[in-house]
């Protein structure tokens, strides 16, 4: 009914994740490896360790080929199709990503993720961008680090994390996000979070944040108020559902 069907075979390698390429690609284009080489990355103290540049370029492939922990990036690993398109000699694990990112702490971490937004958010053309911020609850199951009992309306009594999200709605991006325990309420510790979500954007300016009630407390409207976006003064309105920022045209 359907025809013969067409069975051939091939000595050739052959992989599903050929389409990292143009992936590749891209990260050469904004110069990813001079980037990763500006920043101060933890190094390896084992003359057999890999580079620090290599694992984290490994790591973000990983996760483009579907990898949701770290474990499945043996998956990766284990193509050797996708070695020869990196011209790589060997391909790491998720023990030496573990024992690498064990290296990290929080001031790390602060310094490298702020520079690498900062990095991308130079590529935009336009300033006057929007922000959306917002919290959101991820149920938790078994001991992940961090998280408590709190509001969770999905599984009540279960551990959770209660994070903070800042989207930026103009080109559909993340602009920052804070992970914190499952019984953090929603205004908890925000204004270090705005204030450290301005530092990644830098140089972009931002025009508009929008936020629901939940943000809605006079020591961030105060903070929002006094702040000069290019000298330029914020305006805020109240409504019951959400609180709307923005800077006068």
Request: proline share 6%.
């Amino acid at each position: 009914m359907f025809g013969e069907i067409k069975i051939e075979f091939t000595d050739k390698e052959i992989t599903p994740h050929a389409g990292i390429i143009l992936m590749l690609e891209m990260l050469r284009k904004i110069d990813f490896d001079d980037i990763l080489s500006s920043l101060c990355l933890p190094q390896q103290m084992s003359n057999r360790g890999y580079d620090p540049k290599q694992l984290i370029l490994f790591f973000i492939i990983g996760i483009w080929c579907g990898a949701s922990r770290l474990e499945h990036l043996e998956v990766t690993r284990m193509d050797g199709t996708l070695k020869d398109i990196l011209q790589w000699d060997k391909m790491p694990g998720n023990r030496s990503l573990k024992r690498y990112f064990d290296k990290f702490d929080q001031p790390t971490n602060q310094m490298v993720f702020e520079r690498l937004y900062q990095r991308f958010f130079e590529w935009i053309t336009f300033d006057n961008i929007t922000l959306d911020v917002d919290s959101t609850v991820l149920t938790r199951y078994g001991e992940q680090e961090g998280s408590a009992k709190g509001y969770n309306p999905r599984k009540p009594g279960r551990a959770s994390h209660h994070p903070l999200l800042a989207f930026i709605p103009d080109i559909r991006m993340i602009g920052n996000f804070w992970l914190r325990p499952g019984n953090a309420r929603s205004a908890n510790n925000f204004l270090n979070f705005l204030k450290d979500t301005m530092r990644k954007l830098s140089p972009r300016k931002v025009g508009l944040i929008r936020g629901d009630s939940g943000f809605f407390e006079k020591e961030i409207l105060d903070y929002l108020e006094i702040r000069e976006m290019d000298k330029v003064p914020i305006t805020t309105s109240f409504q019951p559902s959400s609180i709307l920022l923005s800077r006068e045209p």
